[in-house]
């Protein structure tokens, strides 16, 4: 019953993240980088069912107004496909809108095969005629595969 789920804006803590990063099939962070890292989220949104059991979440990092990522958007499995993740975007585009300026970016990287589901809020991908490619760097592999 999705409706009687609850939507919080508030950035999960490190056992729900953990909690649903593994159930998406993501690695965990260390420990230590992964408060830093929460504690450093500027927009959090998590989902409650009526347990009170987060089932989902998204965040936003960044500087909080001209450089926004979007992260960490997750839909337990058991409730995918049932709008959940599409009322999690609008509730972070929502908070991006309302701290935007003309110098707003907001990027994100999308897994393999979720384009279709970012491009619906506006997301273009890259790289087009006039944008070079999206590029990512992993320290821990250092031959960035
Ligand atoms: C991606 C994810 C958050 C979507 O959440 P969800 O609650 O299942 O999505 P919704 O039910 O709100 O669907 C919203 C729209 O996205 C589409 N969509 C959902 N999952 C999709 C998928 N895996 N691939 C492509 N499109 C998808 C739906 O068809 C729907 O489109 P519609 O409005 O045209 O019908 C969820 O599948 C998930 O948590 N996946 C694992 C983690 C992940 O990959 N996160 C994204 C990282 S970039």
Known sequence: MTNNLRYIERIPTAAEFQELRTNAGWGIPPESALKDSLA???FG???EDSD???IGMGRLVGDGGIQVFITDVIVHKHWQNRGIGKQIMKSLMKHVENVSSPATF?????????EKFYKTFGF???PNEKLGAG???FPAKKDGK
């Open 106 to 114: 907001v990027g994100l990287f999308s897994a393999i095969g979720r």
């Open 45 to 47: 949104v998590c989902v």
């Open 124 to 126: 273009i991908t890259r």
């Open 52 to 54: 009170g059991t987060t």
């Open 40 to 42: 450093k989220t500027i």
């Open 135 to 137: 590029m990512v760097y």
